[in-house]
C-alpha cells in the first residue's frame, strides 16, 4: 500500500518537499475490522489548515499522519457485520491506497444512483455546504442579488445555481475567461466576471445596479473589498471560506477593514454568520440527497469535475487548488472498482 503523509509544515504555499510517500505492507483486518481499496479521494481547501500547528475548527494533522480526505473506497476483505466485500462506501480513508477501518462514519453508496466520485463533490460534502449555507443564512428570495466566487468549483456552482431555482440573480466570479465562459454558458449564471481583471471592482458594481443581498463568502481579499460598498440593507453573508488568505503569512495589504465593516453591519443591519458545514448534517443531509439527486436528473444543477489520476499526483494538484489550477471539483482517482 501507498500513502502521503505530512512531512512539514508550510511556510506560506504549500511546496512538494511538505509531503512524503511512503510504502507499507498491505494490512489485514482483525475482528470487527475491514479492509477499504481507495478509488477516489477529495481534494479541498481545508486541508491546507491541516498542515498548520494552529488548531482551527479542529485539530491539525500530525509530522508523519496521512493527509486527511474523503474517500470513496470498495471494501476488499471484511470481518465486519455490517459490511461486505465489494461494497462501495464513503469514507475518510486520507491520502492512501489502503486503509482498515471499524466500520465508524461509513456511508454506503450505491453505484447506481450517482457516478461515485459526485458523493465527493456536488452530492458530497462541498454540494452539501452550498445547500445548506445558502438555504439557511443566505434564504435567497426572488428578485434578489446573489454574488458568489470561486464560482465553478463545487461549493460555488451549486450555491449560484441554487440561488437561481429560488428566483434569485446569480454573479458568479471566477479565475480567467474559460472560467466565467462555463459559469455563464454552461452554469447559467446571469453574469460571470473575472477577480484577475484590473477593473473587476467596476465591473462588479455595474453587474449588481440594485446592489447586493446575498454575499456567499468563499474567498475574502480582493473580492471582498469589491463586494462589501455594494450591500443592501438586510443582506446576508453566510461566511464559508476565505480562501484568498489560506496560504497567507501575515494580515492582508490594505487599511484596517473592521470599522468600515462594523459601521455598515450595524447600519445596514447585515448578517455575517460563519459556518462549517458538519453543523447541519444531522437536520438537513437527507434533505439534500434528495433536492440534489433530483435537481442534477433534471438537469437543474449542473457540475464539473476536475480528475487528476495517481496518487503521487495528488501534492501538485492540492497546491494547484490553492491557486484557482483547478476547474471543477478536484478528484485523485485511484482504481475502478
Ligand atoms: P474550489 O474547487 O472552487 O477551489 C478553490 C478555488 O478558489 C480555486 O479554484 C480558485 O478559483 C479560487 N481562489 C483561490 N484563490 C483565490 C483568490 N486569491 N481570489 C479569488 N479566488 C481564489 O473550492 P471549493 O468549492 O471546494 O471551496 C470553496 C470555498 O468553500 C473554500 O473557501 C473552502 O474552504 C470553503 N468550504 C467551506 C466549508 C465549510 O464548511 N465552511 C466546506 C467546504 C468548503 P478561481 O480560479 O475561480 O479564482
Given amino acids: 500500500t501507498r500513502r502521503i503523509v505530512l512531512a512539514s509544515r508550510p511556510q506560506g504555499a504549500p511546496t512538494p518537499e511538505n509531503f512524503r510517500l511512503e510504502e507499507a505492507p498491505l494490512p489485514q483486518p482483525a475482528e470487527g475490522q475491514l479492509l477499504l481499496k481507495v478509488l477516489y479521494?477529495?481534494?479541498?481547501?481545508?486541508?491546507?489548515?491541516?498542515?498548520?500547528?494552529?488548531?482551527?475548527?479542529t485539530n491539525p494533522t500530525e509530522l508523519g499522519d496521512v493527509m486527511p480526505a474523503g474517500t470513496v473506497a470498495e471494501v476488499i476483505a471484511s470481518r465486519h457485520p455490517d459490511h461486505a466485500v465489494g461494497d462501495i462506501v464513503l469514507s475518510y480513508a486520507g491520502w492512501q491506497t489502503h486503509a482498515l477501518s471499524d466500520g465508524t462514519g461509513l456511508r454506503k453508496l450505491d453505484p447506481t444512483f450517482a457516478p461515485l466520485s459526485t458523493a465527493l463533490g456536488v452530492l458530497g460534502m462541498p454540494g452539501f455546504t452550498a445547500y445548506a449555507g445558502l438555504l439557511t443564512i443566505g434564504r435567497p428570495r426572488a428578485g434578489e442579488t446573489l454574488v458568489v466566487a470561486a464560482a465553478s468549483g463545487p461549493v460555488g456552482s451549486a450555491v449560484g445555481?441554487?440561488?437561481?431555482?429560488?428566483?434569485?440573480?446569480?454573479?458568479?466570479?471566477?479565475?480567467?475567461?474559460?472560467?466565467?465562459?462555463?459559469?455563464?454558458d454552461e452554469l447559467g449564471f446571469d453574469v460571470a466576471l473575472d477577480h484577475k481583471a484590473p477593473d473587476f471592482p467596476e465591473q462588479l458594481a455595474k453587474a449588481c445596479p440594485e446592489g447586493v443581498d446575498i454575499y456567499f463568502e468563499n474567498v475574502s481579499g480582493k473580492v471582498w473589498d469589491a463586494v462589501f460598498p455594494l450591500f443592501n440593507e438586510f443582506a446576508r453573508i453566510p461566511v464559508c471560506g476565505l480562501i484568498a488568505?489560506?496560504?497567507?503569512?501575515?494580515?492582508?495589504?490594505?487599511?484596517?477593514?473592521?470599522?468600515h465593516l462594523m459601521r455598515d453591519i450595524l447600519s445596514k443591519?447585515?448578517?455575517?454568520?460563519?459556518?462549517?458545514?458538519?453543523?447541519?448534517v444531522a437536520e438537513q443531509f437527507p434533505d439534500f440527497l434528495r433536492d440534489m439527486s433530483t435537481w442534477i436528473r433534471d438537469g437543474r444543477v449542473r457540475y464539473r469535475e476536475d480528475i487528476v489520476d495517481g496518487l503521487e499526483?495528488?501534492?501538485?494538484?492540492?497546491?494547484?487548488?490553492?491557486?484557482?489550477?483547478?476547474?471543477?471539483?478536484?478528484?485523485?482517482?485511484?482504481?475502478?472498482?
Avoid: H
Fill in 313 to 337: 499526483n495528488a501534492p501538485e494538484a492540492f497546491i494547484g487548488l490553492l491557486q484557482g489550477k483547478n476547474f471543477g471539483k478536484l478528484v485523485v482517482r485511484l482504481g475502478q472498482p
Fill in 269 to 280: 443591519s447585515l448578517t455575517l454568520r460563519g459556518f462549517i458545514q458538519r453543523e447541519f
Fill in 41 to 57: 479521494l477529495s481534494l479541498d481547501p481545508y486541508m491546507r489548515g491541516r498542515m498548520s500547528a494552529a488548531r482551527s475548527y
Fill in 161 to 184: 445555481q441554487i440561488a437561481k431555482l429560488k428566483g434569485a440573480r446569480a454573479i458568479g466570479i471566477a479565475g480567467g475567461p474559460e472560467k466565467c465562459a462555463f459559469v455563464r
Fill in 245 to 259: 488568505s489560506y496560504n497567507a503569512t501575515g494580515p492582508f495589504e490594505g487599511p484596517d477593514r473592521l470599522p
